[in-house]
């Protein structure tokens, strides 16, 4: 499995807040079968730059690769380096954006906003795929469908070809399981993560969204989920 979402690098943002946790976290996740985990830090364009960011996420990675646990021991999944690139009005044109994708990709996981959506969030996203030509993935989208009750913008976001990003733990609330539902119904293309951010209250946890998933939609659904996430990070798809 690979883990699409987490906060997992220590003391950078408001998840892991030291390499101890880190790897507690990153033992949880690798037992419950987690090979590969995307660190996926909050970027918030308002509060810090590009170049800012990327260097106080190496810092961070550096720190947890220092760790003689980490260097030695093959219990942890691999880590991939990313961002969770918070909206703002225009990122469609703004500068070093393809910084922020996922390591080795074109792929860039987006987290719109917790309000009402509108047609420049629309047209921003658009822009990003059909401009940018970056595969855009958009974080947790499950979250979202309370915030939208123009339902033309929501459905509108949902036909635009981009990858949804879920997390694991969707089934524990009724709406979301709808959301999630209709993206599968629909053929929707899906990841997960788990978007964890500590070993208390958001631990790694996608081994549930996946026996969910596969107890209810069967286990071809969750390999498609594997295979989608294997392509978008370049591995071989069997
Ligand atoms: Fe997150």
């Known amino acids: 499995m690979i883990d699409f979402h987490s906060h997992v690098l220590p003391g950078i943002d408001d998840g892991s807040s ?21 660190a ?4 918030y364009a308002q509060n810090n730059s590009v170049g800012h960011f990327l260097k106080d996420r190496e810092k961070s990675f550096n720190k947890l690769k220092a760790c003689t646990e980490y260097m030695k021991d093959d ?10 690139v918070c909206y703002f009005n225009g990122i469609g044109q703004a500068r070093e954006l393809e910084k ?5 990709t074109d792929a860039i996981l987006l987290e719109l906003p917790f309000t009402q959506w509108n047609k420049f969030v629309l047209q921003d996203v658009i822009m990003l795929m059909e401009e940018r030509r970056l595969t855009v993935i958009l974080a947790h989208i499950e979250r979202f469908y309370a915030f939208q009750t123009r339902k033309k913008i929501w459905k509108e976001m949902l036909e635009l070809p981009v990858i949804f990003q879920v997390n694991a733990d969707f089934h524990d609330n009724r709406k979301k399981r709808k ?5 599968i119904e629909n053929d929707k ?13 958001r631990k790694p946890n996608l081994i549930s969204g996946y026996d969910y998933i596969s107890d209810k939609y069967g286990k071809k659904m969750v390999e498609q989920i594997d295979n989608l996430g294997r392509e978008v990070l370049g591995f071989d798809t069997k």
């Open 18 to 38: 030291c390499e101890e946790e880190s790897l507690d976290m990153l033992r949880i996740a690798k037992s419950q079968g987690v090979i590969t985990m995307l």
């Open 40 to 43: 996926t830090p909050h970027f």
């Open 75 to 84: 219990a942890y999944p691999a880590i991939k380096l990313g961002a969770e």
């Open 100 to 104: 922020l994708c996922i390591e080795d």
């Open 179 to 183: 959301v999630v539902k209709k993206l």
């Open 189 to 201: 293309p899906l990841i997960l993560g788990s978007d964890c951010h500590n070993v208390e209250n």
